[in-house]
């Protein structure tokens, strides 16, 4: 009787459990899905505009000086996509008004022709929203952390319409070797909910469709491990640049509003220079543009400069979408060289840039997955683990902790450098 009695109340303890964590991750995917497609929307619609009137960039200068007198008046000055991180290590507080102050800093920066991304904002938005509906719920400092998870689950689903990838970055991202796998339904089911609320509102998943070599036989290998040491090569490059370039911007120019008045007049200044505007907002549609085949050999490079400057001079948004451009545009030009199609190349480089800049090749592959399908998988995986292993401990997030060595079976509880 009493073996009976503890398995009743084990099982009922897994199904309490579940009933929990469908009630709280289908409030924050539904809370995820609506946030996430109203920050697509506007984005895109911010997108449009600077395309058609291009005048719209000299705005650039005060639209840094607005987006700090945001942080400043709404007491988030400091606060990113580490602040999150670190309330999953540490349950440290994310303020709700982060969510309204990032959502506007990415807006305007995407607005006036910042070279940012999407995720960054996706991460803070999901974390932020992902943190208080667990306040509402008043769930213990344990599960907000898992809600946090949910956050970040449902708005990189919303916004990039994966949500496996969105699921398993959310588990990978924070302790790079130790995944927590008590976090898998609560994810995958926010993510889930966001996606299907982001269709419903219009938003179409992302996709593409790339030529796969005639013969995956061990010449090719060869020409994709060659790749990959490249794209290894290119996230080091794109991590150090970052944040050696953030750290020099601060010193050179201690005062933010002169720092993001500074920022903003250098990247109109290039963007002259250069006769083009490719490199400012996401550059979406160079990423289209590689994956057809076609890129310039030095937008890879200009990239990182530009994306540099936004984001070290105090502009919102965040790397991942940079990290796209980098890796597609990179691969497109070298994928020729190597013996590779060119579109197929800039979708290894794409993810497995990706890979390199974040630690997460379950996530990237899974991402190959979703974006590009299951042909040449294996092209894919080979390149992923080498632009893991070769990236070294560099990564994007600061308060990303690598818990284990990445050439030994060892524990070393390193952050990313």
């Not at 689903?157 to 398993?168: D, E, H, M, Q, Y």
Request: hydrophobic share 50%.
């Amino acid at each position: 009787m009493d073996y009976i009695k503890r398995h009743l109340l084990t099982t009922l303890q897994y199904v309490l459990t579940l009933i929990k964590w469908v009630i709280v991750a289908g409030f924050v995917g539904l809370a995820g899905g609506l946030v996430g497609s109203a920050f697509h929307v506007a984005v895109d619609f911010c997108t449009a505009a600077r395309t058609e009137s291009p005048w719209i960039m000299f705005f650039l200068p005060l639209a840094g000086l607005v987006i700090v007198w945001i942080y400043r008046r709404e007491g988030v000055t400091g606060y990113g996509t580490n602040t999150v991180i670190d309330c999953i290590h540490s349950g440290s507080k994310i303020p709700f008004p982060l969510v309204p102050a990032i959502f506007a800093g990415t807006v305007l920066t995407h607005l006036c022709g910042g070279s940012a991304g999407r995720e960054g904002a996706a991460l803070q938005l999901g974390g932020g929203i992902g943190y208080n509906v667990g306040r509402i719920f008043r769930l213990d400092e344990r599960d907000i952390r898992m809600s946090v998870l949910c956050g970040m689950s449902a708005l990189f689903s919303a916004l990039f319409g994966t949500p496996i990838t969105a699921t398993f970055f959310a588990i990978e991202v924070i302790s790079v070797g130790l995944a927590h796998y008590s976090a898998l339904v609560p994810c995958l089911l926010s993510a889930i909910i966001a996606k299907e609320i982001a269709a419903l509102c219009g938003i179409v998943p992302t996709g593409y469709a790339v030529s796969v070599p005639a013969a995956i036989d061990f010449q090719a290998m060869l020409a994709v491990a060659a790749l990959a040491c490249a794209f290894a090569v290119a996230a080091i490059l794109f991590c150090s640049t970052l944040r050696h370039g953030e750290e020099l911007i601060e010193r050179i120019l201690p005062n933010q509003y002169i720092r993001a008045f500074a920022g903003g007049l250098v990247i109109l200044a290039l963007t002259g220079i250069f006769g083009v505007n490719i490199y400012n907002g996401a550059g979406m549609d160079v990423i289209d543009q590689a994956l057809n085949g076609h890129a310039r050999p030095e937008a890879f490079l200009l990239k990182i400069i530009f994306t540099t400057i936004t984001i070290g001079c105090g502009f919102k948004g965040g790397e991942v979408v940079p990290t796209f451009f980098i890796g597609a545009t990179l691969g497109c030009v070298l994928g020729p060289l190597v013996g590779l199609p060119a579109d197929f190349a800039a979708a290894l480089g794409l993810v497995s840039l990706f890979c390199g800049v974040v630690n997460c090749p379950v996530t990237s592959l899974f991402l190959a997955l979703e974006l590009f399908g299951d042909g040449g998988i294996i092209c894919f995986a080979l390149s992923c683990a080498l632009s893991y292993m070769l990236s070294g401990y560099y990564g994007l997030y600061s308060s990303q902790k690598i818990m284990y060595s990445k050439l030994r079976t060892e524990y070393i509880n390193v952050q990313a450098r």
